[in-house]
């Protein structure tokens, strides 16, 4: 049985593995994911200016082929390798990425190598990303999950947040969006420290169970049995539902922000220098709410029940989506940072937490394995298709009640899942 010693040894040394997701995962999701949308105007600026003279299809179509080309890359990999050597394999790689978007080129050359760098880019965060925090955060944390993820994922807000306007803007301005680029690429190294002097994979490498785990360690604990394979796991509802319900939910969000500071843009004729401040200080707001509203929402998805978590989450989606068809040229859309940003601190977490309950510890890596990619292929490829229509449309108002539509279908759709213990009233004190 855990003695009372070993608890508060992996309480405490748990939090210490939290602590480093939350710093690798602002500089291997947040800094690269929100501070690549702030060059998007930059790759679409005319040669003359400076820029690429690439066309919106162009700049919106890297992402979504990225993700679509590495679907095979998290059911075939991150159940078979420690979690740790995955993130620091990908975060090499996602150096060498960045750097490569800042030495690209103008013309169908540079179209091609930005579809490639997007297809390393997208094995990268794969490896590094979300899906191998959030496994190793589940092995740490039992009681505490929600929160321990939610903390973990506040990294993505905060380095989104803090990226833009204090490194990103600071250095395109200064030196050029290409040295500015190639800097984010060295910035994302710092984490490899972390990663292998204060993470561990799991509580059993130091002799511990995970916290509220009290069975022994001797195999009778429910993350030791070996799992569904993935043909009993295809075969279940759950995961069809889980599945299309956080598709669509992923692409309503990232369609708003992959696009965000192109809509900002299509608001009305300003300068660059006012688009540059107006969309970090847009994007350092709905971080910021993000990174309040995570926490919130990790700390009751451990005591509320996880239908109520999700409707209240999107609802604010719902409500902040329109807002955009009204923003002043130049203007901060404050209701709209507060909605989005509440909605966007859900943003994967209860889906997660919601995995984690319905499925077995063994089993769960495996099935994040597939739903966390295929939703990002949702997160990436309504923006594409956003991006279409606004070229035959001439605008962001019927994209924009496309994306609202999205969000409701995805809903609807979880509404479907089984409701397990607990999911209909307060979860035990911790």
Not at 96 to 117: D, E, K, N, T
């Amino acid at each position: 049985m855990k003695t009372r010693k070993d608890r508060e040894r992996q309480v405490f040394y748990g939090w210490w593995v939290v602590l480093a997701s939350f710093i690798t995962l602002g500089f291997t999701v947040g800094l690269p994911y929100f501070g690549m949308t702030f060059f998007y105007d930059y790759f679409e600026r005319p040669i003359a200016e400076g820029g690429l003279g690439w066309p919106r299809t162009v700049i919106t179509l890297g992402l979504p082929i990225g993700t679509l080309s590495t679907l095979w890359v998290g059911p075939l990999l991150l159940h078979r390798y420690r979690p740790r050597r995955l993130i620091l394999i990908g975060t090499a790689l996602s150096m060498l990425v960045m750097i490569g978007f800042g030495r690209l080129v103008s013309g169908p050359a540079g179209h091609y190598g930005y579809y490639g760098l997007y297809i390393l880019y997208m094995v990268a965060n794969n490896l590094s990303g979300g899906v191998s925090h959030q496994i190793i955060l589940s092995r740490w944390f039992v009681r505490q999950r929600g929160l321990a993820i939610s903390i973990g994922y506040l990294g993505v807000s905060i380095g989104g947040a803090l990226a833009v306007p204090l490194i990103v803007e600071p250095l395109t301005r200064a030196y050029g969006f290409r040295t500015a680029l190639q800097a984010m690429g060295l910035l994302l190294m710092v984490t490899w420290p972390l990663v292998l002097w204060v993470m561990r994979d799991d509580p059993r490498e130091m002799g511990l169970l995970p916290d509220g785990d009290e069975r022994a360690a001797g195999g009778e604990a429910h993350h030791l049995a070996p799992g569904q394979g993935y043909g009993e796991i295809l075969r279940g509802r759950v995961f069809w539902v889980l599945l299309g319900g956080g598709v669509c939910l992923a692409g309503s969000v990232g369609a708003v922000n992959l696009l965000l500071k192109l809509i900002l843009k299509d608001r009305g004729a300003v300068s660059q220098v006012v688009l540059d401040q107006t969309f970090s200080r847009t994007l350092l707001l709905i971080l910021l709410v993000s990174g309040v509203a995570r926490i919130l929402v990790g700390r009751l998805a451990d005591r509320l029940a996880k239908r109520q978590m999700l409707t209240l989450t999107w609802l604010p989606l719902v409500a902040g989506i329109p807002l955009l068809a009204y923003v002043p040229p130049g203007t901060v859309p404050l209701l709209f940072c507060l909605l989005y940003g509440i909605a966007l601190g859900a943003d994967y977490l209860l889906l997660v937490v919601t995995a984690a309950e319905l499925y077995e510890m063994a089993t769960l890596p495996r099935v994040l394995a597939v739903v966390v990619p295929v939703m990002t292929v949702g997160q990436t490829w309504t923006p594409y298709g956003v991006s279409l229509i606004r070229e035959a449309s001439g605008s962001y108002t019927i994209p924009l009640v496309l994306i609202f539509i999205i969000a409701i279908i995805g809903r609807a759709l979880l509404i479907l899942l089984p409701a397990p213990a607990g999911w209909g009233k307060l979860a035990p004190r911790i």
